[in-house]
């Protein structure tokens, strides 16, 4: 069995094209920026509120940019991995009636299972190696452009992007984080995957149920309207791992604090 090299370069070379259209959105938010800065002839017209609003916004695309940008990454290390684990080596196990079998290319659905799981390894890989976005240069970039230092108002600002986060990340039925996310393809409302597979199950003995989302009008919704959400299990992940650095960095200022009390005794 082999890979599928032209499947894998066509994946490759989608993750490009994605990765090139963040860095242009990126120059876009820095083109942006630079009329947006304080003391520019705009906030005179626009009023500090509107000010701060549009900066927000630039923040905010930065930070998804930053997120979508590690995402890439994960998704091209595993596709080079994969090209490279596979080139020439026997297959290691599933199919061995026949390993002399070259002409055995791996079918797509078999190559998105493998990349999945090296998706997942070099997601876990970025993720612990990773500083805080708000550290990471696109956004250090940006609050340099906008004429801000990193300071107190990132803290707020980060302060209203958990609060957001939250809220987008709860799930409509267990209103708790998610836990393996799934997304809807027919209204692109998502669950915890074992809540929604629940509650499609108990909808009244029907196979199809109501989308418990309040205001959505999907009313067929059926296990095979669900697909794995990658994007909102990579922002719970992040969340929850900044709220463990900033209760980390809370605890260690209190460990500071309590170190200073006793050096003075
Ligand atoms: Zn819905």
């Not at 820095?30 to 701060?52: K, P, V, W, Y």
């Not at 905010?60 to 684990?85: F, K, P, S, W």
């Not at 707020?156 to 799934?182: F, G, H, R, S, Y």
């Amino acid at each position: 069995m082999s890979i599928n090299t032209p499947l894998l370069n066509g994946m490759l070379r989608k993750e490009k094209a994605f990765r090139d259209e963040i860095e242009w959105n990126q120059v876009n938010v820095m083109s942006f920026a630079s009329r947006l800065a304080r003391g520019g002839t705009l906030e005179q017209l626009l009023g500090d509120e509107h000010m701060q609003k549009y900066r927000q916004s630039l923040k905010e695309i930065t930070h998804e940019n930053v997120v979508n940008g590690r995402q890439v990454t994960a998704y091209m290390r595993a596709l080079q991995h994969l090209a490279h684990d596979h080139d020439g080596r026997p297959n290691d196990g599933h199919h061995n009636n026949n390993n002399n079998n070259n002409n055995n290319v791996m079918d797509e659905d078999e190559v998105q299972a493998k990349l999945e799981t090296a998706v997942k390894n070099e997601r876990q890989k970025i993720d612990t190696n990773s500083i805080e976005i708000t550290q990471e240069t696109p956004y250090l970039e940006l609050c340099k452009e906008l004429g801000e230092r990193q300071g107190n108002e990132d803290d707020e600002i980060a302060v209203v992007n958990n609060n957001m986060d939250e809220v987008a990340l709860k799930c409509p039925l267990t209103a708790v984080l998610m836990e393996d996310p799934v997304k809807n393809k027919f209204c692109g409302h998502s669950y915890s995957r074992e809540a929604i597979m629940n509650h499609i199950r108990f909808s009244g003995g029907r196979k199809k149920c109501v989308c418990p989302v309040a205001g959505c009008t999907n009313r067929t919704v059926d296990e095979s309207q669900l697909e794995e959400d990658k994007l909102t299990e990579t922002l719970v992940r992040r969340y929850k791992k900044r709220q463990q650095l900033s209760q980390k960095s809370q605890h260690s200022a209190l460990d500071l604090d309590e170190e200073e009390d006793d050096d003075d005794e």
